[in-house]
């Protein structure tokens, strides 16, 4: 079993509908939470950390879930700059195991 | 905003050879990483160096590998005898502490021939 697992892409969404990221992980000692946007052929960029109060960045949604080791990302009113790969985190120690990512197309 | 600078961007060297990648971390970060991405596939972390050691490695960072922090700013990669599937992106991170939010460069492309 892979340590992050993402929902498989492409997700292809009209611009201004809301979009749902999910993701799992298999390492209970994981310790912090993030997701992060890569656009093609560019490095990772945070995004969000992710904690089990859930937190908000305006039209962004992140939500933990410890005991169900489920990490999800809300996108509400998407626009074509959204459209990206985007990655599911854990940190564990000293690193970060990333999920494959989830490729988004935000369609006008 | 600070952030982190990688150099070069794009490496082209013939299979066998020696690289070395370059990185300067933001300057208040004390963790600094190395991460590689093949084309289309995932993100993998190679190591994390701290207090001038390694502090984690994977099992893609073996003794072909090494890092190095030669001066107050810089942080290499070295990578030697290189093979055609050392081919990828390399993106180097670095963050204030362990378990932090890490801050990643935007990469150099290393092309083996």
């Known amino acids: 079993r892979k340590e992050v697992e993402q929902d498989p892409g492409p997700f292809n969404v009209p611009e201004g509908a809301t979009v749902a990221f999910n993701c799992t992980y298999s390492?209970?000692?994981?310790?912090?939470f993030f997701w992060y946007r890569q656009d093609c052929r560019k490095e990772p960029k945070l995004l969000m950390s992710?904690?089990?109060s859930g937190n908000e960045d305006g039209r962004f949604t992140a939500q933990l879930n410890r005991a169900s080791q489920y990490i999800s990302l809300l996108i509400r009113d998407s626009k074509l700059s959204d459209s990206a790969t985007y990655l599911c985190?854990?940190?564990?120690?000293?690193?970060?195991?990333f999920g494959k990512g989830t490729r988004l197309h935000i369609l006008p | 905003e600070p952030e982190v600078t990688q150099t070069p961007s794009h490496q082209v060297t013939q299979m066998g050879q020696e690289v070395i990648l370059r990185c300067v971390p933001i300057?208040?970060?004390?963790?600094f990483y190395w991460y590689r991405q093949i084309l289309g596939q995932k993100v993998e972390f190679l190591v994390s160096?701290?207090?001038?050691?390694?502090?984690?490695k994977s099992e893609i960072f073996d003794d072909q590998f090494s890092v190095e922090r030669p001066d107050g700013s810089n942080f290499t990669l070295k990578i030697r005898s290189t093979k055609l599937e050392d081919s990828a992106m390399y993106f180097c991170?670095?963050?204030?502490?362990?378990?932090?939010?890490?801050?990643f460069g935007d990469g150099t492309r290393l092309s083996i021939l």
């Open positions: 991170a670095s963050s204030e502490t362990g378990g932090q939010p890490q801050h």
């Open positions: 390492n209970s000692a994981s310790q912090s």
């Open positions: 992710v904690y089990s």
């Open positions: 985190a854990v940190s564990r120690d000293d690193k970060i195991i």
């Open positions: 300057s208040n970060h004390l963790y």
């Open positions: 160096f701290y207090n001038n050691e390694i502090s984690e």
